[in-house]
């Protein structure tokens, strides 16, 4: 299958990074877009399956984060830039995130203090922070160069964008922001951002060859940060803290089956 995506998009686009990026940012917003959809057939999926599915996500994300960009960062420029680049990454998130105004179901608020923002956008701002890792982590993925390995990191995120966009869309049914079909708008919304971040991430290392291992590093980074600082405690408020942990550990588990088996 992997083989098959990479012969066709160096016979239909070729091999400029930038172009192949955009491609990736539109099947993982893609994924993410049928995640939010299953909404109108779905609408009430319980709490225990979106916890269980978002610990899955997280532990995609976070196998991901090693063996598609630290690991391969630290083979390409040494331990030095992915360091700072993950530093940076993670910095970066936590800035956004305490200056950003956004609202999350179980948390809640989060961000400088404003009345001027709806709260479904707040609900949106606060998925597109969660979504801007990916982008950009797929985006550095093709600009590095080696199409096989972006493939599997865009279809890894992708997969994951599923039980996601599923998850905001419930989120937004659930939260009164109108009917089924205007929720699965909002989750759809959300993970647009990932297409702009893809190309933006792929141009950026194909434009700069040096700062590949720092923007491999970010983009781990960026991932790590929304893992541990929305995902988990999103997953572990609700009593189903065993079985989002155990979701964690299957996402691990097939992330690195399919690096080593498809990398």
């Known amino acids: 299958m992997i083989n098959v995506l990479q012969q066709w998009m160096e016979i239909w686009l070729g091999e400029n990074p930038v ?9 993982i917003a893609g ?3 049928l995640g939010a959809l299953l909404v109108l057939v779905w609408p009430r999926p319980s709490q225990r399956f979106l916890d269980g599915a978002l610990g899955f996500a997280a532990g995609v994300m976070l196998t991901a984060s090693f063996t598609s960009l630290i690991l391969p960062g630290i083979e390409i420029g040494g331990v030095l830039p992915v360091l700072i680049g993950l530093v940076l990454g993670a910095a970066f998130l936590d800035i956004t995130d305490h200056l950003l105004p956004h609202m999350h179901m179980h948390i809640g608020y989060e961000g400088l203090d404003t009345r001027r923002i709806r709260a479904v956008w707040l609900f949106i701002l606060a998925i597109t922070l ?3 890792p990916e982008g950009l982590a797929v ?4 600009g590095r160069g080696e199409l096989h390995d972006a493939i599997v990191l865009m279809l890894a995120i992708g997969f994951q964008n599923i039980p996601e966009g599923l998850a905001v869309a419930v989120s937004a049914l659930n939260a009164g922001f109108g009917a089924r079909f205007y929720a699965s708008l909002v989750g759809v919304r959300a993970g647009l951002v990932e297409i702009p971040l893809a190309v933006l991430g792929a141009w950026a290392v194909h434009a700069m060859r040096p700062l590949l291992p720092y923007a491999m590093g970010f983009a781990a980074g960026a ?3 929304v893992i541990s600082d929305e995902i988990v405690p999103e997953t572990h408020r609700t009593g189903h803290e065993r079985l989002a942990t155990l979701g964690t550990i299957i996402g691990v588990v097939i992330m690195l089956y399919l690096d080593v088996t498809l990398g």
């Open 130 to 132: 969660h979504n801007m």
């Open 139 to 142: 985006g550095v993925g093709f």
């Open 223 to 225: 991932m790590l940060y």
């Open 19 to 27: 172009v192949q990026a955009l491609m990736g940012g539109l099947v």
């Open 31 to 33: 994924l993410n877009m």
